[in-house]
Nanobody, 124 residues
Framework: QVELVESGGGLVQAGGSQRLSCVASGRSFSTYALAWFRQAPGKERDLVAA????????YYADSVKGRFTISRDNAKNTVYLQMNHLKPEDTAVYSC?????????????????WGQGTQVTVSS
């Protein structure tokens, strides 16, 4: 069993930056692919970014390319999401997710492990 715990959310002004962290408990963190999803009120949960187990393959949604960076530190069992040039439309609950097998997946149903989520609010 893997437990994921996010931190780093909060209120930020448009144009600002924020870094989210997700720490995993349990073994075999380095064998998991990890991702950040977000869900705004009244909308579906969408994939924001994903990283494979080695960090050598990364995916970004078009809406965040060039502004967000996903990274992982396997020694610390942690995945990060650095968010720059934030926009009000980035406001959402951000959740980290993990899946065994090591390869990136694009649908939330493909991830077995989830954090509780952290609210990010970008004011205009």
């Amino acid at each position: 069993q893997v437990e994921l715990v996010e931190s780093g959310g909060g209120l930020v002004q448009a144009g600002g930056s924020q870094r989210l962290s997700c720490v995993a408990s349990g073994r075999s963190f380095s064998t998991y692919a990890l991702a950040w999803f977000r869900q705004a009120p009244g909308k579906e949960r969408d994939l924001v970014a994903a990283i494979n187990r080695s960090g050598g393959r990364i995916y970004y949604a078009d809406s965040v390319k060039g502004r967000f960076t996903i990274s992982r530190d396997n020694a610390k069992n942690t995945v990060y999401l650095q968010m720059n040039h934030l926009k009000p439309e980035d406001t959402a609950v951000y959740s980290c997710a993990g899946r065994a097998g090591g390869d990136i997946a694009y649908w939330s149903s493909q991830y077995a492990y989830w954090g509780q989520g952290t609210q990010v609010t970008v004011s205009s």
